[in-house]
């Protein structure tokens, strides 16, 4: 049986306290009405060692995820977080290949590749996103475009190591512009990278592996995307925002 899972990206939002404030609120929540699937915040670096000594004995447990890290062990790279670093925080997750990182700051699929290696090696598990832009999709070429995604960063993996990688379909015309992928949309290309995924691993490998949705869930269209066969949760960006409504997706799994 494959993990469900849902994930806050908070992005870079909310200063510290708010963070901290956002952070219990969503315990508070999960407390009243527990959920039976793991639930993961990926809060801004610096919030990450308060957060991990909040969460460690929360009930219902909330996992912690950095938004990135840098491909090396160690060294001159001023402003840079190594995997081992959050690892040693309390980290269990790491966000790799989110398209803001590739489109704003030149992470290629080479880069990406490196990071999810580095991130491995750490002991850390990895949300690897992909996903195409509106201009791929309008000419119908989104699979072939996931697909070298797929290609550069996951394929080249030992399979023993899919058990440590989560998946995150991000069309990047559907993330914060309101403009969701329908539940078909999702399920369709969910489907295409499971398959993928079969093709170069095996069923057995392919089967375990939880895929999530993310661009633009939210309380009113998470229980329609959650419902396909081959979405098993979300990435979430806004709506993680807001306690009620990140709790309110959470229950929609
Ligand atoms: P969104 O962001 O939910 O605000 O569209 C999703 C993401 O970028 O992970």
Not at 140 to 156: C, G, H, N
Not at 228 to 247: I, Y
Request: aromatic letters at 8%; a negative charge.
């Amino acid at each position: 049986m494959r993990e469900k899972i849902v994930a806050g990206n908070w992005k870079m939002n909310m200063d510290f306290p708010d963070g901290l404030d956002l952070a219990k609120n969503i315990i508070s929540g999960l407390r009243a009405k527990p959920a039976d699937h793991t639930v993961i915040v990926a809060p801004p670096f610096i919030h990450l060692s308060s957060l991990h000594q909040l969460l460690r004995f929360s009930d219902p447990k909330v996992l912690l995820a950095a938004q990135n890290c840098h491909q090396e062990d160690a060294g001159a790279y001023t402003g840079e977080v190594s995997a081992e670093m959050l690892q040693t925080t309390g980290v269990e997750y790491v966000i790799i290949g989110h398209s803001e990182r590739r489109q704003y700051f030149g992470e290629d699929n080479t880069i990406v590749q490196a990071k999810v290696k580095a991130a491995l090696k750490a002991g850390l598990k990895v949300i690897f996103c992909c996903g195409e832009p509106l201009e791929v999709r309008e000419k119908q070429q989104q699979d072939e475009y996931v697909y070298a995604q797929l290609k550069t960063s996951i394929f080249t993996l030992h399979a023993d190591e899919l058990k440590n990688i989560v998946i995150a379909y991000e069309p990047i015309w559907a993330i914060g512009t309101e403009k969701t992928a329908s539940p078909e949309q999702a399920q369709e290309m969910h489907a295409f990278i499971r398959n993928s995924l079969t093709h170069q691993f095996g069923e057995d490998h392919s089967s375990n592996i939880s895929i999530l949705y993310g661009g633009s869930v939210k309380p009113g269209n998470a229980k329609e995307l959650f419902a396909q066969p081959d979405v098993d949760g979300g990435l979430v960006g806004g709506a993680s925002l807001k306690a009620a409504d990140f709790v309110a997706i959470v229950h929609s799994l």
